[in-house]
């Protein structure tokens, strides 16, 4: 986190872009513009500028050694993909420039903030940005494809797997739709998953509501008060998968989906009384 890392202020390092560049006019006005498009891209990406100014002045006080790294940023400002990034149109962002952009954005914080101040921007700057759930995604979906495509070809060349005659091609047919039925109902098991998690998370909210609602709290100190509320998600995702698998070996039980409509219905049945 913050050390003892010198510092320049934006101004300087406009003033050096602006003299490296050859640009002509009024500079007032170039520092103006070129300042505001920072502040932008910080915004958008979920980083509050403010966390950049300096305590005594107006003007905003940047780790020296990533001087270049704003200069980069302010240069990429009406490149497509930041663009993008500035409607928050994440889901369209190259995955690789979203990751420079997060990447170079975390480098100026780490040697800006103290570690509270950090921890909260970056939460926030992730959690806008989606990147976490965009890199996993596809992560997953890569890893997904090299599997199935690992797994089709050792079908095709079915005898280098298997030791004795080889297989028809109706064995092989077979055994590719038994593949296709295994990873539609690892889907199925995975939404159903998802749906009894958010249920969860949404009646574990919805509690924490109903209770800051009864001891008065206003809606900004409920606010700053949730996320202590929330159980770790780690925690929350295997609770989700025990509750599916009990579900699965109760006799005569109701279903995963009557399950969910009874949890939904206890989530409305709080919304309902703060509502009075």
Known sequence: MKNQETYISLYNIIKEAYEENNKEGHFEN????????????????????????????????????????????????????????????????SLDFLKEVISSVESILRKKLEKDKYTKEINRMLTVSTYPVSESVEDIKKQALDIIIDDIEKLQGIENVFKGPNLSFVDKVNLLNYYKLLLQSTSKQW???????????????????????????????????????????????KEAIKEYEDELERPNSTTVSELKDEKLKKVKEAIDKIKI
């Open 30 to 93: 170039y520092y103006n513009k070129e300042k505001d498009k920072f502040k932008d891209i910080l915004t958008c990406i979920g980083v509050d500028p403010k966390t950049l100014k300096e305590l005594d002045s107006e003007g905003f006080g940047i780790p020296s050694s990533e001087k270049n790294v704003v200069k980069k940023l302010i240069s990429q400002y009406t490149e497509k993909n930041m663009k993008f990034i500035r409607k928050q149109d994440f889901k369209n962002v």
């Open 191 to 237: 939404n159903t998953v998802v749906d009894i998690f958010v249920e969860n998370r949404q009646e574990e909210i919805y509690n924490s509501v109903e209770s800051d609602y009864k001891e008065g709290l206003s809606e900004e100190e409920a606010e700053k008060k949730f996320p202590e509320f929330v159980k770790d998600s780690i925690f929350a995702l």
